[in-house]
């Protein structure tokens, strides 16, 4: 199987071939690994030298031969070491499988490689010192987001179809922006989180994937949803596969369509613009399209923030090994300052206004069905553009340099409620923009029904970085 043969297909189209006899399950990853090796000496997104032999996954899975990555945000796989992207921490390996990744391997996904993030994973740029930028496959001199810009970047440049992520304040969603990507951010409990948490972060992490396409996204979320042993939250059952969804049209839908930043930030206007396109696409599909969105108090946004971040820096201070903050980043010794001076008490305010986040986007989702947005405030940003080893950062002054990048992402992880990010928009100077579907508690059947609609009224495939597999 040649490059350019294989950059051509999604997760679904490999798995066709493979099915069909036209290509063997050893072939395409054999072919994976020459994508993997080529594209990450331009983009920088591997963590580790590709795992040889892959993980262990079933043969028979719905996504069997699939080539797919893992995030070094955390213990994931077993027996693989991670490092939260950070020179203090050794590289220990994993004791077990996360449920999540029990079932990547069930749905036989082919476990190459780990992929980079900013340290730990606090960032919407992956640039950290450990192991230098994850680079934009559009523009190499750009960012891929954070903090799964390492997965973002290589699958963006065509190395593999799918990669694990996750999405604490919009870390999935704001590098599928960057890089051109789909990118869902299920609900809270739609995605399992053991055995070893409750609530990742609160309650306000999420784990999935990114994808180049939408039925991609579908058929691995089909793999993966449903609760775990033990699980805290559980989202409502899907009425159908996710994967049925693609072929429906959404009845007449109540959209609403904001790209006015709920921190009070500027937009730049080429993002806004896309936004407002969708809303036109939509409209002219029969749907009821409205310029409005959730009165979210921005403040309560970002207690409920800082309170995540302090939950970060816990387990680290509750670790069995004391970790080197001499070797930290300059933010990250700060989440931990903080989370040593944290109270009871402030963290009893920041669940409240948790609540208040989450009641205020519920009440929202009664008038409305859907919710547009842009994914970011602003195109990918040139390295160097977020610091975080700047020695004179606060934590209340990087989360506000977030917010002028990406305002709108985090509502969604404090209220529990889906969104997706699509790449449906194109800067003038070539770089990809996303647009946030956002949708009621439960409903991501609605996002991959609309999503599906629009990959058809406003394709994105033949779209493709400078940096491609398919050309290398």
């Known amino acids: 199987m040649h490059l350019h ?18 290509v063997t399950a050893a072939e395409v990853e054999a ?3 020459r994508a993997l090796e080529a594209a990450d000496a331009h983009v920088n997104g591997l963590a580790l030298p590709p795992f040889t032999p892959a993980l262990g996954h079933a043969a028979d899975g719905p996504l069997a031969g699939v080539p797919f990555l893992i995030k070094d945000h955390g213990p994931v796989a077993e027996g693989v070491p991670f490092t939260l992207g950070s020179r203090a921490l050794p590289g220990v390996p994993a004791w077990r499988d996360t449920d999540l990744m029990t079932r990547f391997r069930a749905a036989g996904l ?19 010192l450990r192991y230098g930028p994850a680079r934009n496959p559009w523009h190499l001199g750009r960012g891929a987001g954070g903090s799964s810009g390492g997965a973002a970047a290589l699958v963006a440049a065509g190395a593999v179809p799918a990669a694990h992520a996750s999405d604490g304040a919009g870390s999935i969603r704001v590098p599928a922006s960057c890089c051109g990507l789909v990118g869902l951010k299920p609900s809270r409990g739609r995605v399992p989180c053991g055995p070893d948490l409750g609530e990742p972060m609160l309650g306000m992490a999420y784990e999935f994937a990114l994808t180049r396409t939408v039925r991609d996204a579908a058929h691995l979320l089909d793999a993966v949803q449903g609760p775990g042993i033990g699980d805290k939250y559980t989202a409502p059952p899907p009425r159908r596969p996710y994967a049925a969804e693609l072929g429906l049209a959404p009845d007449r839908l109540r959209v609403a369509v904001t790209t006015r930043s709920w921190a009070g930030t500027a937009v730049d206007a080429e993002v806004a613009a896309a936004a407002v396109r969708t809303g036109r696409v939509l409209e002219e599909a029969g749907h009821a399209v409205t310029e409005a969105g959730p009165a979210v108090d921005w403040e309560a946004v970002v207690s409920a923030w800082v309170c995540e971040s302090v939950a970060i820096a816990s387990t680290l201070l509750l670790a069995p090994r004391q970790v080197d903050e001499g070797r930290m980043e300059a933010v990250s010794r700060q989440f931990l300052k903080t989370a040593r001076e944290y109270s009871a008490l402030d963290m009893l305010a920041a669940f409240d206004a948790q609540n208040r986040v989450t009641r205020a986007v519920g009440a929202f989702f009664t008038a409305y069905d859907l919710l547009v947005t842009p994914t970011m405030g602003r195109l990918p940003a040139p390295h160097g553009t977020l610091r975080y080893d700047d020695p004179g950062q606060t934590l209340s002054g990087w989360l506000a340099e977030l917010a002028e990048h990406g305002p709108f992402t985090q509502v969604f992880n404090v209220s529990g409620t889906p969104a ?21 508690y439960g409903r991501e059947d609605l996002l991959f029904r609309v999503a599906a609609h629009l990959e058809q009224a406003m394709p994105w495939r033949e779209r493709t970085p400078a940096v491609f597999t398919g050309r290398l």
């Open 5 to 22: 043969e294989y950059a051509r297909y999604d997760g679904i189209g490999l798995r066709r071939l493979i099915e069909a006899g036209e």
């Open 31 to 33: 072919t994976a690994r």
């Open 110 to 128: 082919v476990t190459l490689g780990l992929t980079t993030v900013p340290e730990l994973c606090v960032s919407f740029s992956t640039e950290p």
């Open 420 to 440: 997706i990010s699509l790449p449906l928009g194109h800067s003038e100077d070539g770089l990809p923009i996303g647009v946030q579907l956002a949708a009621p």
